[in-house]
C-alpha cells in the first residue's frame, strides 16, 4: 500500500518512474549493473536514476555512473553545470571523498562529513567506499555510504543517504546488498 | 521614513515576537528575521562548544555592553559576520580561521556591531522590504529551512552584490569599529590586516575601496594588544576541521592558504600544500611538496602532511615516495580515518 501510494503520488508528480521487481538485474548506465531489493521504486529526476522505497527525501540511493573528467557528480535545479565542482581524472579516493562533501554542500547539504575511507570490490573492479553523515536543508540529521570505482578514468558512484535512524537502519543493508551485486562490463 | 521607525521599533523591543501586526510588511519582515534566528539557533551548523562560544562572546562582551545582542557561531568555511536586525550576531567559524589573532577578529566584531548601532543592517533589510531581495535572504529561513541563508556564502555574495551598506555606512562602521576595539585595547593596525585580507565575498557586503583604506590608516593611531597566542590556543582543537572545511570547498584556495601559511601553523602550511596539489596547475606539485615539507618542520607539524606528501607521489606515480610518506603517515597517525585507505595505497606501491 505504501510503494502504491508512493508510485501514484511520483507519477502525479510528473517524474518518470518505474516498478521493480526484486532480483532483477538492472543497468544502471556506463555498464553498470546491480541487483534490486524489495520495494524499490526507480525515478528518473533532471536526467538522473535514483531509487527508493519511501521517497527520495527519506531514503535515496542515487547512481552516477560514466562522468568523465572534467564533469560534475549530478545536477542541482537552479545551479548551471558550471556552478558544480567538478571530477578529475588524477583524483585519488581521498579527493573523490572531498568532491561528494562539495557536490553535497551544493544541494544544500550541511555539516557533510566523511568517515571510514576504505577500499571495496565494486563487481571485479578496485572500489572504495565511505561513509557519511550530514544534515538537509531543513537540519534533519541524516547518514549515508557511498561507493564508486574509476575504471580508465571515468568514474561511477553509488550514494544511499537516509534520516538517521529508523530509515537509515532500515535501508542501509539493502543498500549494502545492493553494492554487493554491482557487475561491471 | 515612518515605515523604518516602525520597523526598528518592532525589531529592537521585540515587539514583533510578541504580537505584530500581521497585515504590515514590516510586521512581515520582522517576523521573517525572528523566524530566521530560531533556525539559526536550531541549525545542525551551529557551534556548540562552550570554549570557543565563551571566546567569541568574550569578545563581544569587551567591545559593547552585550545584553542586547545574541551571538551564534555558525561552523561553515568562508568569512562571513553579520547581524540581523534584531540584534542576533552571526559569526561564521571561517572568521575565526582568517583571524590571525585575537584583534583582527575583534575588529571585525567591532564593525559588524557598529552597522547594528548604527541600524544600517535595519537599513539594508528595509531596502530589500519593497524588492525581491527579501524574498531571496529570509523566504528560505521562513520556510523553515536549516540555517536558511547563512549556509550559502555565494547567496550572501550575491545578494550583498546587489543589497551592499553604502560607502558612507561603510565609513562610520569602521570610524566606531575602530573605536570600540580600541577602548577594549585591541591593536588598531590589526583592521587593517583583516580588511586587506578579506574575501572577495564579504567585500562585496562591505564594499572596500582605496579611499576607506585610507581614511582606516589615518583612524589607526597607538598599539595594543593582539591577543595572537590566545587566539591559537583557542582556535588549535578546531584548525584541522577548519582547514579540510576550506579545502574542500569548490574554490581556488591558494591565495587564502598564502596568507594562513605566514602564520607558520603546521597546518595552515599544510593547507597550502594541499590546495596547490587540488589545484594541479602547472608547477603546483614542486609547490604542494615544498609546503607540505614545510608543515612537517613546523613545531606543531601535522600527520596529514605526511599523507598530501603521499597523494601527490601516487599522483606523479613516484611508488618509492608515496610508500615512505605513507608509511610515516601510518606511523603518525595510527587511528586516522582513512588507515584501511592508505594500507590499500602501500599494498599496490
Request: glycine share 10%; net charge neutral.
Amino acid at each position: 500500500m505504501r510503494r502504491g501510494s508512493l508510485l501514484l503520488f511520483l507519477g502525479l508528480m510528473g517524474c518518470a518512474l518505474q516498478s521493480m521487481e526484486a532480483g532483477d538485474d538492472a543497468s544502471v548506465g556506463n555498464g553498470v549493473t546491480v541487483r534490486a531489493e524489495p520495494g524499490f521504486a526507480q525515478i528518473h529526476l533532471a536526467a538522473m536514476r535514483y531509487w527508493t522505497r519511501n521517497g527520495t527525501g527519506l531514503d535515496e540511493l542515487g547512481f552516477y555512473t560514466g562522468i568523465k573528467e572534467g564533469q560534475p557528480l549530478f545536477r542541482v535545479p537552479g545551479l548551471r553545470i558550471g556552478d558544480m565542482p567538478v571530477y578529475r581524472a588524477r583524483m585519488t579516493p581521498n579527493d573523490i571523498q572531498d568532491l561528494v562533501v562539495a557536490s553535497l554542500v551544493k544541494k544544500k547539504m550541511q555539516n557533510v562529513r566523511t568517515g571510514a575511507l576504505r577500499p571495496c570490490p565494486f563487481g571485479t573492479a578496485q572500489g572504495f567506499c565511505f561513509d557519511l553523515t550530514l544534515a538537509n536543508d531543513e537540519g534533519l540529521e541524516m547518514r549515508g555510504r557511498a561507493i564508486a570505482s574509476a575504471r580508465s578514468s571515468v568514474l561511477d558512484l553509488l550514494i544511499f543517504t537516509a534520516p538517521a535512524g529508523y530509515y537509515f537502519d532500515q535501508g542501509a543493508p539493502a543498500a549494502e546488498k545492493i553494492f554487493s551485486s554491482i557487475q561491471t562490463h | 521614513m515612518k515605515r523604518v521607525l516602525a520597523l526598528t521599533l518592532m525589531l529592537l523591543t521585540g515587539a514583533a515576537r510578541a504580537q505584530p501586526d500581521a497585515d504590515s510588511d514590516e510586521a512581515g519582515l520582522a517576523m521573517q528575521v525572528a523566524k530566521a534566528e530560531d533556525n539559526i539557533r536550531n541549525s545542525a551548523a551551529l557551534v556548540r562548544d562552550p570554549a570557543l562560544n565563551d571566546y567569541v562572546h568574550g569578545i563581544v562582551c569587551r567591545l559593547t555592553p552585550c545584553a542586547a545582542l545574541r551571538v551564534y557561531l555558525v561552523g561553515s568555511p568562508g568569512l562571513n559576520v553579520f547581524a540581523l536586525p534584531n540584534g542576533a550576531l552571526v559569526v561564521w567559524t571561517g572568521a575565526l580561521l582568517r583571524a590571525q589573532d585575537e584583534a583582527q577578529l575583534a575588529h571585525l566584531l567591532a564593525h559588524e556591531i557598529a552597522h547594528y548601532q548604527n541600524k544600517d543592517s535595519l537599513d539594508l533589510y528595509h531596502r530589500m522590504l519593497d524588492t525581491s531581495g527579501v524574498v531571496a535572504l529570509l523566504g528560505v529561513a521562513a520556510a523553515g529551512a536549516g540555517i536558511g541563508f547563512v549556509g550559502t556564502p555565494a547567496s550572501m555574495a550575491a545578494l550583498g552584490a546587489k543589497y551592499s551598506h553604502s560607502d558612507a555606512q561603510e565609513r562610520d562602521a569602521d570610524r566606531a569599529g575602530m573605536a570600540m576595539a580600541a577602548a577594549a585595547g585591541y591593536d588598531p593596525a590589526a583592521a587593517l590586516a583583516v580588511w586587506r585580507a578579506a574575501d572577495a565575498d564579504f567585500l562585496k557586503v562591505h564594499p572596500w575601496s582605496e579611499d576607506r583604506l585610507a581614511a582606516l590608516q589615518d583612524l589607526a593611531h597607538g598599539t595594543g594588544k593582539t591577543g595572537a597566542e590566545n587566539h591559537r590556543a583557542v582556535t588549535a582543537p578546531y584548525l584541522e576541521r577548519w582547514v579540510g572545511e576550506e579545502l574542500r570547498r569548490d574554490i581556488d584556495t591558494v591565495a587564502l592558504f598564502i596568507r594562513l601559511a605566514a602564520s607558520g601553523r603546521g597546518l595552515c602550511r599544510y593547507g597550502l600544500g594541499e590546495a596547490y596539489r587540488k589545484r594541479g596547475a602547472p608547477g603546483d606539485a614542486v609547490l604542494a611538496a615544498s609546503w607540505f615539507r614545510a608543515a612537517l618542520a613546523a613545531p606543531d607539524s601535522p600527520p596529514l602532511a605526511w599523507r598530501g606528501l603521499g597523494l601527490l607521489a601516487l599522483q606523479n606515480g613516484d611508488k618509492p615516495a608515496a610508500r615512505a610518506a605513507f608509511a610515516q603517515y601510518r606511523v603518525m597517525a595510527p587511528d586516522a580515518d582513512d588507515k584501511a585507505m592508505i594500507d590499500y595505497y602501500l599494498t599496490q606501491l
